[in-house]
């Protein structure tokens, strides 16, 4: 197969009469059809067959064979004339935009050929605008996580936290019998505080702008195996090769909603997490050993990740684990940085 090129008819220059081939769609089914209808007339005008009135049981038997003979050649030459455009359009098909690089390569007709690299020429417009859009998108949604994360901090924070000192005074003066009412309301106060700090950093990762991304991780399966009872067997490395704050970030979060995916969908108290430096990679598996994906579809968190990996040019994978099991795989190229 010939890898599609433009060639645009009006600079093409002059050239000899152009082969059945070149011709356009409408031109070749014209001649097709012209050449049967021809065979057709020169086989009756020279041929000893004849028709009568009324038609014979012979005569009809011989006009029925011939008209089945001559659209049975025309089904063939026609299908042999749309061949080309058939193929390009089962290629058209299986193009996925999570999928990027594709371009559809034919070979055939004029026409076949030009819509090809037309068609090659808008999956690369539309390839380049949703990179460009996607990267926008993350952006605007990572700086409002940051806002959200900083203002719960900040205000909620501290409102909950002047009033548990207020209802630590009130405690201290009140009469005995609102004690424990009042006690009462200062754990659930407190509960209510840590519960928004919990969320202040799931929205926006402070070891992650501070310390980098091993310590982030690390943080995180701490973090998450706390509050979920999941056992988090983290593999991590001391360091590894910087690939860029963006790039950081997609690794943070696919760890992040593997294990949210692991602790809610898995049915396993078990989940390993781990990065290292493959050659010119950088790769994050996350492994639960519990009920697989067999027969389940992808929602929104795995579409999530497969379109931030998309951003970064990195590979992004699920497969089951035998005998049970998921494992989410991340690969990151270092020429992301």
Do not use: Y
């Not at 417009?125 to 996580?145: C, M, P, V, Y």
Request: proline fraction near 6%; hydrophobic fraction near 45%.
């Amino acid at each position: 197969m010939n890898p599609v090129q433009a060639s645009p008819v009006r600079h093409a220059p002059a050239s000899p009469p152009r082969p059945v081939r070149a011709l356009p769609f409408a031109w070749r089914i014209f001649f097709v059809n012209a050449v049967l209808l021809v065979a057709a007339a020169l086989a009756l005008a020279f041929s000893p067959a004849t028709v009568s009135f009324p038609i014979a049981l012979t005569e009809s038997v011989v006009l029925t064979l011939g008209l089945v003979a001559i659209l049975l050649v025309n089904l063939v030459l026609v299908r042999q004339s749309f061949a080309p455009l058939e193929r390009l359009t089962k290629v058209m098909r299986s193009v996925d935009l999570l999928e990027p690089g594709h371009r559809v390569a034919v070979s055939g007709p004029q026409e076949v050929r030009e819509l090809g690299a037309v068609f090659n020429e808008m999956l690369g417009r539309l390839e380049h605008e949703r990179h460009e859009s996607g990267w926008d998108a993350l952006k605007r949604q990572e700086t409002e996580r940051k806002r959200v994360a900083r203002e719960l901090h900040d205000e909620v924070g501290q409102a909950l936290t002047a009033v548990m000192l207020q209802i630590g005074r009130l405690s201290r003066s009140a009469p005995a019998e609102l004690k424990a009412e009042l006690r009462e309301a200062l754990e659930t106060t407190r509960e209510s505080l840590e519960d928004v700090r919990r969320i202040a950093k799931q929205l926006r990762p402070e070891a992650l702008d501070d310390l980098g991304l091993v310590p982030a991780l690390e943080s995180l399966a701490t973090a998450f195996a706390d509050r979920t009872g999941l056992r988090i067997h983290p593999r991590l490395p001391e360091s590894v090769t910087a690939i860029g704050d963006e790039a950081e970030l997609v690794v943070f979060r696919v760890a992040q909603e593997s294990l949210t995916n692991a602790a809610r969908h898995s049915g396993t108290t078990r989940v390993e997490l781990s990065l290292e430096e493959r050659g010119e990679s950088i790769v994050l598996c996350v492994r639960d050993h519990g009920c697989g994906t067999a027969g389940s579809r992808p929602g929104s968190g795995i579409r999530g990740m497969r379109e931030r990996a998309l951003l970064i040019g990195a590979d992004f994978s699920i497969r089951p684990l035998l005998p049970t099991g998921t494992e989410v795989r991340l690969e990151v190229p270092l020429r992301a940085r």
